[in-house]
């Protein structure tokens, strides 16, 4: 494949020779064809998406918008365009490379509109605001590619309904538009060449592979050979990670949640004694603080930084030597994207070690191991799109002009999550934007599209206009209070529901300072820096679960004897003595445990779902066995398993698990939760029906809150058909609940459930009874006190007799 003079000089200068897959798609867009490129981390992906773009510039740099990125990730966006403007200058080429997120000052934002950029990089959201804008024609008329980077992240949740969207109307703007997706992880490339085609026409996107990469060198950190009882933190091992930090380069620390990050940067801080650089980085920090942490990262300058997911995808560090993950990996994909963030060199394994938190997470662990070995991805479930987005989007087509509704449908229905859209559905679409539906046609604020002629639709002012752009996307965060020094910088941000429980004086670690609360000025908490110990900031919504593949191989694991020998000697004696005193189930088996213990009764089910599935459970079997009389005090949950304590004993479980609870019980228990309201506070958001911010002006949370629970108590009571009402239901029944898991374990409850009646803890209850025991101390006690109750707990579950 011959190269343009000034790119294979460009190679030649490096040392460097264009790989098998680099080459491949350079042919494929020679042909004018869209394709998937799936290939490892470090094997130049990035490069291989734009390739075609700087050949083409290079023999014929004419002006206007030629490439359009699209990344999941602001940062992401900036990471791409600092590596690409190199090669670019050293070429030669007079090409102008910009991007485009919500951070964009707005006067660069007009002047790119104006004179466009040759490649602009965007995010679904920036993309899909371009496209209200009445000149959107002018501006993608001689666009001829879409690359759409990290294509996984992104296209079965709401975000990849809105590109879909977006793709869609560029194909209608540029007819013959190519479409680039690139992703290092995916176990059904088909599946994701449907989503990318236009049309779903599969046929018409190119899958090209790149080579396998050196095998990762894994492993899992067990400090002294002994594991913990309960946790999921991996905190017990900050001694040996901080030695591994001391001995590398860099190293990338993942932890699951914010939470975790903050409290597993302070614990690594308090064992720095050589004072090493380390940094934090999540998506709650201010904007300023992530970059900076992003430009010391990039320029070498920090030994480590504890992250979370916000630095999943491939922000591209070749200095990091080794990444460690605190707590279970929770997916093999996601574990092979982080530990690809070590090297981010395709010829050289990435060095990666899991630090679990638990014996159970040990299972869980080695799970994630054996399935990386075996070429094991996690599965990929597709869902139809969204109504609420689907909303939004045909709004922001208004906004840019005139619509002829046939036209739109059949534009709407070229994006593949919504090829099944019906007549009739589109027309309750409509309506609602139209009127806001039966209930609140009678107000003109909802009012925001007309049909002036029959199928033909416009906006009914111009404020609709102004308001869609202020309010458009599709991120609904929880209410939220700005953390800020009384100079005004801002340190980030933590959920309103937390902040209410603060007080002037309270400590707390966020940002990676302790901080002492001195005011609170309308949504901003006034901190200063301290030195004195302080709680955690903790954030609401779903916890990552573990993925379906793993708890099969986690179920394998307690059922074959044979696989125990490689397991850590406290771990194999946990299994051993609970075969003994109890049983362990095989795979297609349920096992329910009860006992009494200090005068309450348990009921442990091992069904390893996934935390969301088993919290849903646990609040419907809590509600059944209410209902029943058995006096239920609470539940605890984790991935594996639910316990549930009660003053009466459960004497035959059977009959909590019956198939007919996800008709009575879940519908009565998800309409009384704040479960529904809050699904229905995003859709509204995302659908437009609730603004967040007014020219100058932002709703607090607290607001947006009260306007949604009006409404949704206004539709409950008189459309309960509403279509918002029903785009609530499919978020809390699939999002937020989890449903298929929750669904999968109620129908297997009755033929698989073995019913074990034990004297007394069991071993494998141990995990959860320490969580019990965590909740039942008042806030801020003693570690000495669980320690002493676990090691009872641990005496009694593991005695023989």
């Known amino acids: 494949m011959q190269l343009p003079v000034v790119v294979g ?17 350079l042919e494929v867009a020679r042909r004018g064809h869209s394709v998937l490129l799936v290939a490892a981390t470090g094997a130049g992906k990035t490069l291989a998406g734009f390739l075609p773009t700087l050949c083409e510039l290079a023999e014929d740099p004419a002006e206007g918008l030629h490439t359009l990125y699209v990344s999941p990730l602001k940062a992401l966006a900036v990471d791409v365009q600092r590596n690409l ?22 006067d660069r934002k007009a002047r790119q509109r104006a004179r466009p950029p040759h490649i602009l990089l965007t995010t679904p959201e920036s993309l899909s605001l371009l496209l209200s804008y009445p000149d959107s024609p ?51 490339p088909d599946a994701y060449r449907a989503w990318l085609a236009p049309d779903g026409d599969i046929d018409s996107i190119a899958l090209v592979e790149g080579e396998a990469g050196a095998e990762p060198d894994l492993s899992i950190l067990i400090p002294d050979g002994k594991i913990p009882w309960g946790g999921h933190s991996g905190r017990h091992a900050v001694g040996e990670v901080m030695t591994l930090i ?11 949640t914010r939470s975790l990050a903050e409290l597993i940067f302070q614990e690594l801080w308090s064992v720095n004694d050589t004072q090493l650089p380390i940094g934090i980085h999540h998506g709650s920090l201010a ?37 460690v993950q605190m707590g279970a990996p929770k997916g093999s994909s996601r574990l092979l994207q982080r530990i690809g963030r070590a090297n981010h060199r395709l010829d050289e394994p990435s060095r990666g070690l899991i630090v679990p938190g638990n014996r159970f997470e040990y299972l869980e ?3 994630a191991l054996d399935a990386v070995d075996a070429g094991e991805l996690d599965p990929e479930i597709f869902r139809p799109g969204t109504l609420d987005v689907l909303a939004q989007h045909v709004l922001g087509i208004a906004c840019a002009g005139p619509f002829d509704e046939a036209e ?37 604020k909802f009012k925001r599209l007309v049909e002036f002629e029959p199928g033909k639709w416009r906006i009914t002012r111009p404020a609709v206009t102004a308001q869609h752009r202020l309010n458009a996307g599709v991120i609904v965060d929880n209410p939220m209070m700005d953390v800020r020094f009384l100079n005004g910088r801002m340190l980030g941000r933590v959920e309103e529901g937390f902040g209410a429980t603060l007080s002037v004086g309270d400590h707390i670690f966020f940002a990676g300072l302790s901080l002492e609360v001195t005011r609170f000025k309308d949504s901003d908490i006034i901190v200063r820096a301290s030195s004195k110990s302080a709680r955690l900031v903790t954030y609401g919504g779903q916890r990552m679960s573990m993925s379906t593949h793993l708890a099969e191989r986690v179920r394998a694991f307690l059922a074959d004897g044979s696989e125990w020998h490689r397991f850590p000697d406290d771990v194999r004696e946990w299994l051993e003595v609970q075969e003994r005193r109890s049983i362990l189930p095989r795979p297609d088996q349920l096992l329910v445990e009860t006992f009494p213990r200090e005068g309450r009764h348990f009921l442990c089910i091992y069904s390893f779902e996934g935390w969301n599935a088993h919290q849903s459970l646990g609040m419907l079997i809590t509600r059944r066995m209410e209902t029943a009389g058995l006096k239920p005090m609470g539940f605890v949950a984790n991935d594996y398993a639910l316990a549930v304590y009660s003053l009466e004993e459960v004497t035959d479980p059977a009959p909590l698990f019956s198939p007919d609870i996800l008709e009575h019980e879940f519908v009565e228990w998800v309409e009384q939760s704040h479960l529904l309201k809050r699904a229905f506070r995003e859709v509204a958001v995302i659908g437009g029906l609730v603004e967040r911010q007014h020219p100058g002006k932002r709703k607090t949370g607290k607001q947006v809150s009260f306007s949604t629970d009006l409404i949704y108590d206004v539709l409950r009571k008189y459309e309960p058909e509403h279509l918002l009402l029903r785009a609530a239901w499919d978020d809390a029944r699939g999002r937020m609940t989890e449903l298929g898991r929750l669904a999968r374990l109620v129908d297997r409850a009755a033929a698989t459930m073995v019913h074990v009646k034990a004297d007394r803890v069991t071993p494998l209850a141990i995990p959860l009874m320490v969580v019990i025991g965590r909740e039942a101390l008042p806030s801020g006690a003693a570690d000495d006190a669980l320690l002493i109750e676990a090691e009872s707990l641990v005496a009694e579950a593991m005695r023989v007799d």
Not at 87 to 94: F, I, K, Q, S, T
Not at 147 to 154: K, L, P, R, S, T
Not at 246 to 256: A, D, I, K, R, S
Not at 434 to 443: H, I, P
Request: glycine share 8%; charged share 25%.
């Open 9 to 25: 000089q460009w190679f030649e200068a490096k040392g460097w020779k264009p790989r098998r897959h680099q080459l491949e798609m």
């Open 287 to 323: 904007l300023e603080a992530r970059r900076k942490v992003e430009a010391a990262m990039a320029a070498g300058r920090l030994r480590a930084l504890v992250c979370t997911a916000s630095l999943d995808l491939g922000i591209d560090w070749g200095n990091v030597d080794q990444v």
């Open 408 to 444: 739109l449908l059949a534009e709407v229905r070229g994006a593949a999550p919504y090829s099944g859209l019906t007549d009739q559905t589109w027309r309750l679409v409509l309506d609602y934007i139209a009127t806001g539906g039966y209930s609140l046609r009678a107000y003109d």
């Open 246 to 256: 001391e001995q590398h380069g860099t190293t990338l620390v993942f932890c699951n």
């Open 365 to 367: 662990a080695r799970a």
């Open 138 to 188: 002018t501006l993608f008329e001689n666009l001829r590619t879409v690359v759409v980077d990290e294509i996984h992240a992104f296209a079965r949740e709401k975000r990849g309904d809105l590109l879909s969207l977006a793709l869609a109307r560029l194909d209608a703007l540029r007819p013959g538009l190519r479409r680039v997706g690139l992703s290092a992880t995916i176990a059904d």
């Open 85 to 106: 403007v190199g090669p670019a200058e050293e070429m030669g080429l007079p090409i102008r490379i910009e991007t485009r997120t919500g951070d964009t000052p707005s």
